[in-house]
Structures are given as C-alpha cells and as structure tokens.
C-alpha cells in the first residue's frame, strides 16, 4: 500500500481519514474509516462521506477497496457513496437499499460480513435515524471495538432527527451497544474513545436528565406546550446554528413522554 495523505490508525483494525466538512452538526467532519485485517492488501470502507474529490480519491489510493459500508443516510455519510463505486468498484451497502449502489445488497441486522479478512456483524441502532447500524469488529484489540457512525459520537451528544429517529428506539439501541462491554468506540464524528459500555451508560444518563427537564417544563407551561416554548426553555444556552438540532430532540422527547405519560417516569425502552 502506497502511503496516503491524512490516513490515521484508530484501532488495530482500523484507519482513518478526516473529510474536510468541519460544522456544527459534523464536528471536525466525517471520519471515513478503511479495516483491514494484518496481511490483507483489500479494505472495507465505513462511510464515504462527502462527494470530495480529493477525500474519495485518497479513500480509493489506500488499498484495493472490497466493500463499502455506510452507517445512515445523511448526506456527510453517503454523498460520496456513488462516486466512491464509480472510482473503485466496490459495491456500497446501507441498510437503506436507496444508498446501496454497484449491486450492493441492503445491510441485514446481525449479519456477519465476512471482508478484507475481517467479520463485521451488523446491528440495527435506529434512533438517530431509522436506518442506522453499527459495525461490530469483536477481533479489534482484546474488547473489539464498534464503528458507531452518529449513534455515539466521539464528543457531545447525538441528535435524534425526529420523526424518523425516535427516543424510544434509540434507547433501546443504548441497552443494545452497552451490552457489548468495554470495545473501542470508533465515532463518525469526532475522537475515538475507550469503552462503549460507560459511553451507552453516560448517554442514557444525559438522556434521562434531558426528561426530567423537559417534564418539568410541561409542568411549568402546561401539557400542551409547543416545540419552541419547550426548546426556549430547556435549551436556553444553545446558539442559532444548533437551534434546529434542540427542536428535533425536543419533538423526539415530547412524543416520548406523552406516548408514555407525562406524569409518570415514562419508563426507558429496555429497562
């Protein structure tokens, strides 16, 4: 393999690649991540990112490129997608079959995909969005590690892209990646970080504080509150540019909690 500009080790398993769409829903950007397992000149590629030239070039100069994964819809995980195919060959699979591409198959829950010498199992974590998956590497290092795409991110907590993404799924897609134990978390966005189960652990806490707020806001205001009085309420501090990203979470959680009732605990999925 010819030396490739920006590529940085993540895990055993893993490399990555920064793409150069820093912002304040991408963090620094997306990290396109390429696995391989040792001795392998073929590579799997996670999240393409945006359509870059240069970003998709450097993707396709760093090995033979076998398969392309993509963790969710959104357009800085997918926009390259197409025109990673067309540079490689590579089929690209999503659990979306509208982002698959080169024939690619859509992605099954628990499925082990057996590329670039590596078992990648798939699991569904809708929440953020409804179609996303993670990729479980349980041979990367001694506690494995989990590509999280948006579903964990590296700082910062994620935004549920109410209707589609709900808090009840995506609670319950915490239960599920906590149960994995202490694997590498290997984010979309920003720095990898040690043990998925006390990252899902301190995400379900910060999740459960943001209920409590929120139901004491509807107390405050009345059960009919509106998204924005809720938002000016609980998410006082948060800039313009971030404002939208609040009133989803917002929705998200109103529709939680009245599904649930407002004066109970609303019960977490999977607890």
């Not at 895990?11 to 769409?21: E, V």
């Not at 950007?29 to 990112?49: E, F, K, Q």
């Not at 109103?254 to 605990?265: D, K, N, T």
């Amino acid at each position: 393999m010819t030396s490739v500009t920006g590529l940085r080790r993540s895990s055993a398993l893993t490399q990555f690649i920064l793409a150069p769409n820093p912002g304040p829903m991408s963090l620094d950007g997306t990290n396109s991540y390429l696995l391989r397992a040792p001795g392998h000149s073929a590579v799997v590629i996670v999240d393409p990112g945006p359509n870059d030239e240069a970003h998709l070039a450097a993707l396709a100069g760093a090995g033979a490129v076998e398969l392309v994964l993509v963790t969710h819809r959104h357009a800085d995980h997918t926009a390259g997608s197409a025109r990673l195919y067309q540079l490689t060959g590579a089929p690209v699979r999503a659990a979306d079959s509208s982002h698959c591409h080169g024939g690619g198959e859509p992605l099954g829950n628990g499925e082990v995909i057996q590329a670039a010498g590596l078992d990648i199992t798939v699991l569904a974590t809708p929440g953020h969005t409804s179609d996303s998956v993670c990729f479980h590497l349980p041979a990367d290092g001694p506690s494995g590690s989990v590509l999280t795409g948006d579903t964990v991110l590296g700082r910062g907590t994620t935004v549920l892209d109410y209707p589609d993404g709900t808090l009840g799924d995506y609670l319950a897609s915490l239960d599920r990646l906590e149960a994995l134990g202490p694997a590498i978390v290997l984010p979309a966005h920003g720095p990898v970080l040690p043990s998925l189960e006390a990252i899902a652990r301190d995400y379900r806490s910060h999740r459960e504080e943001r209920l409590a707020q929120i139901r004491a806001a509807l107390h405050r205001l009345g059960r009919d509150a509106s998204v924005g009085e809720v938002a000016d309420a609980v998410y006082s501090n948060v800039g313009p540019s971030v404002r939208r990203a609040a009133e989803l979470s917002v929705a998200a959680q109103l529709s939680y909690l009245r599904g649930g009732g407002i004066e109970g605990q609303a019960t977490p999925a999977g607890r």
